[in-house]
């Protein structure tokens, strides 16, 4: 089984410029998760969507940020504008229906805003 | 979300070396995990617990859920230079709720 594919892995953007990320799920899970990871902090949470609700977006930093998960399937998340502080690791991680412990997480896009 | 404290922020240790680290927070979790991450990659669970008081081991990891759940430790035995990473634990909720993570705590070993 594949797992929780993130691309792109890394992305350089100029602040004010727009990067869109996108997270591949594993197949048949249901819930995705975003989660982001500021240097020397801990991993955030950003959103969770069962299929293609938004079940929680109360860790969405600003308006700045939109999720969209377009017929339940893969994720994208788009930073526009972007600032110097939302560089970090964004990943993605999924989980099936039942039993949402622990999901599997992707490797993260390493995104740099300059 | 709720802020987990994790201690210690780093270790620097031989080969064969035990290792301790330690999760607290002021909310109750009904669940508590622990994940390690390599360079480059995300999060891998290692460790899951359910209930109080609940002690569970994988190889020469272990872990424990405080009985107060508020609080969670994970021992590494014998390291060995493939431990190098860090290490994140998590609370939750419940299934499919958020994790909260804690700060994370840098394993280095030295053969």
């Known amino acids: 089984e594949a797992g929780v594919t993130q691309f792109p892995s890394h992305s350089v953007i100029e602040k004010g410029q727009t990067v869109t990320l996108r997270c591949d799920p594993i197949s048949g899970h249901d819930n995705l998760y975003w989660y982001r990871r500021v240097m020397g902090k801990e991993i955030k949470f950003l959103l969770h969507?069962?299929?293609?609700?938004?079940?929680?977006e109360s860790g969405m930093p600003n308006n700045r940020f939109l999720a969209e998960r377009t017929g339940g399937t893969y994720s994208t998340l788009k930073v526009q504008p972007a600032e110097l502080e939302d560089s970090g690791v964004y990943f993605c991680a999924s989980s099936p229906t039942q039993g949402g412990y622990g999901y599997t997480f992707g490797s993260g896009t390493r995104l740099t805003v300059v | 979300g709720q802020q987990l404290n994790q201690s210690p922020q780093s270790m620097f240790i031989q080969e064969g070396e035990d290792v301790s680290m330690n999760c607290t927070s002021s909310s109750i979790f009904n669940t508590w995990l622990w994940y390690k991450q390599d360079p480059g990659e995300g999060p891998v669970l290692l460790i899951a617990l359910y209930k109080a008081g609940e002690l569970t081991s994988n190889g020469r990891l272990t872990a424990q859920f405080g009985i107060t759940r508020k609080d969670s430790f994970l021992n590494i035995s014998a390291s060995i230079p493939s431990d190098v990473g860090i290490y994140f634990c998590a609370g939750q909720l419940g299934s499919g709720y958020a994790l909260n993570f804690g700060k994370g705590t840098s394993l280095l070993v030295t053969p």
């Open positions: 969507f069962v299929k293609e609700s938004k079940q929680d």
